[in-house]
């Protein structure tokens, strides 16, 4: 009687294992865009913070605001 498998059972076998891999294939695509987006905000962030240091430098060697007041705002940029 044929029911659309081998009678051996490697069609059914195949099926399954072929599934695994396909899982497995797309289970390694997603992490890889999940770890390049959480990557990419990292360098972003970092860029942030450096792009507000030297403009915090610049304000300080300008006179604008004092040492004091430099080193606060220095501590809470670092702490981010």
């Known amino acids: 009687m044929m029911n659309g498998f081998n009678c051996d059972g490697m069609g059914l076998s195949m099926m399954f294992g072929g599934g695994i891999f396909m899982l497995l294939f797309w289970g390694l695509i997603i992490a890889l865009v999940v770890y390049l987006v959480r990557n ?15 403009l915090l430098r610049q304000r300080y060697a300008q006179g604008e605001i004092s040492s004091e007041e430099y080193s606060e705002r220095l501590n809470r940029l670092m702490d981010q």
């Open 40 to 54: 990419s905000s990292r360098k972003n962030s970092s860029n942030n913070t450096d792009k507000a240091v030297d």
